[in-house]
């Protein structure tokens, strides 16, 4: 069975501070990985996602992920945090077109707070 | 626009009434699926449905009921809701097969109590 685990529940950075979002999954096979968003009230917006190819990959909003299948991770980083950037952020791994569907397994979130 | 538009956004209601809250896509998806999500929890999978007449069980599914009479619709039924069942519920839309990216599309969430 997949799973998805994100370690830190909360996080505060300074604006204009790097961010580094962890995330460890399992999956037997090679996953398809996503990281999604969620402002205040709103519902989950695409991030950036990986298939395959090249393991770093850019997203939305500055945000950047890397593949690394050596350890099963796929940590999400900014340079420069905004304010904006304020949100929870959930990774989640899928089985793709080849097996249940689209059902994607999330992590519990991480909760990030920008200081000014 | 492409959207999932979900109704109720909030509702209150008491143990035992049954509730319906309904779910619409404009984007020809095939796939449909109900998550709640609850603190500390993430994202949990209720029910899916690969296409019109066609729902299975995701995690969750106990207390809960789906249909798929429309490609475009996937209500989610409450037949007697219970205090456990509060919670924020995401319903989410995709295409499947050789146009399919994985990425679901989510609406912007049911918030449920249940007195």
């Known amino acids: 069975a997949q799973s998805v685990t994100q370690p830190d529940i909360h996080i505060t950075v300074s604006e204009g501070a790097s961010l580094e979002l962890r995330c460890n999954y399992s999956?037997?096979?090679?996953?398809?990985l996503f990281w999604y968003v969620q402002s205040p009230g709103q519902g989950l917006q695409l991030l950036l996602k990986?298939?395959?190819?090249?393991?770093l990959v850019q997203g939305i909003k500055g945000f950047e992920a890397e593949f690394k299948r050596s350890q099963s991770s796929f940590n999400l980083r900014k340079p420069s945090v905004h304010w904006s950037d304020a949100a929870e952020y959930f990774c989640?791994?899928?089985?793709?077109?080849?097996?249940?569907?689209?059902?994607?397994?999330f992590g519990t979130g991480t909760q990030l707070k920008v200081e000014l | 626009e492409a959207q999932v538009t979900q109704n109720p956004r909030y509702l209150i209601t008491v143990t035992g009434k049954k509730l319906t809250v309904t779910c619409s896509q404009n984007?020809?998806?095939?796939?449909m699926s109900w998550y709640r999500q609850d603190p500390g929890l993430g994202l949990r999978q209720i029910y899916y449905?690969?296409?019109?007449?066609?729902?299975d069980k995701g995690d969750v599914p106990e207390g809960y009921k789906v249909s798929r009479k429309e490609k475009r619709n996937f209500p989610l039924i409450l037949e007697s809701p219970s205090p456990n069942q509060t919670s924020l519920y995401f319903c989410?839309?995709?295409?499947?097969?050789?146009?399919?990216?994985?990425?679901?599309?989510f609406g912007e969430g049911s918030r449920l109590t249940v007195l």
């Open positions: 989410a839309s995709s295409l499947m097969g050789t146009l399919n990216t994985g990425e679901l599309f």
């Open positions: 999956y037997g096979a090679t996953p398809y």
């Open positions: 990986y298939f395959s190819g090249d393991t």
């Open positions: 989640a791994v899928g089985a793709g077109i080849t097996g249940g569907g689209n059902k994607l397994t």
């Open positions: 984007m020809n998806h095939e796939y």
């Open positions: 449905s690969m296409n019109v007449e066609v729902t």
